[in-house]
């Protein structure tokens, strides 16, 4: 991997959001049985560390309940059979395969039309983001 790759693959891990479980642990200091938060795998692990985010650090975040992830890993994988599996899809990343397949369904697309002067109007669909943050819960599931 070269330099400017290496530095791209820091900056994407260090902008990422993270994943945090509320957890009861002891605290050290008072022994006393308290509340806290615990990267839930071990990729928000080297996330808070590459970012430098040490113990007794003050941190400002905005949290919000995290959906069902097994919905959006299930995507991902059947994405990543796809391109190791289907003609069409062979030598896409996951995240090609899963927008190539939006588009050949036409599942979570939106049509879009133009006008092309000259020629008349243009139909086409577009991917749109499977972001379960952007996503409401009823069209994800």
């Given at each position: 991997?070269?330099?400017?790759?290496?530095?791209?693959?820091?900056?994407?891990?260090?902008?990422?959001?993270?994943?945090?479980?509320?957890?009861?642990?002891?605290?050290?200091?008072?022994?006393?049985?308290?509340?806290?938060?615990?990267?839930?795998?071990?990729?928000?692990?080297?996330?808070?560390r590459e970012r430098k985010f040490g113990t007794?650090?003050?941190?400002?975040?905005?949290?919000?309940?995290?959906?069902?992830?097994?919905?959006?890993?299930?995507?991902?994988?059947?994405?990543?059979?796809?391109?190791?599996?289907?003609?069409?899809?062979?030598?896409?990343?996951?995240?090609?395969?899963?927008?190539?397949?939006q588009e050949e369904s036409g599942i979570g697309?939106?049509?879009?039309?133009?006008?092309?002067?000259?020629?008349?109007?243009?139909?086409?669909?577009?991917?749109?983001?499977?972001?379960l943050v952007d996503m409401d819960e009823g069209?994800?599931?």
């Amino acid at each position: 991997m070269n330099t400017t790759a290496l530095a791209k693959a820091k900056r994407k891990l260090r902008n990422r959001d993270m994943n945090i479980e509320v957890r009861q642990l002891v605290d050290p200091e008072t022994c006393e049985l308290i509340g806290a938060l615990v990267p839930a795998h071990p990729v928000d692990q080297l996330s808070l560390r590459e970012r430098k985010f040490g113990t007794g650090l003050l941190l400002r975040a905005t949290l919000r309940q995290d959906r069902n992830p097994m919905l959006y890993r299930k995507a991902h994988v059947l994405s990543g059979w796809l391109a190791d599996n289907v003609e069409m899809f062979t030598g896409l990343s996951q995240q090609d395969a899963l927008k190539k397949l939006q588009e050949e369904s036409g599942i979570g697309c939106e049509a879009v039309e133009c006008d092309l002067p000259g020629i008349g109007r243009l139909a086409r669909t577009e991917t749109e983001s499977l972001n379960l943050v952007d996503m409401d819960e009823g069209r994800w599931n």
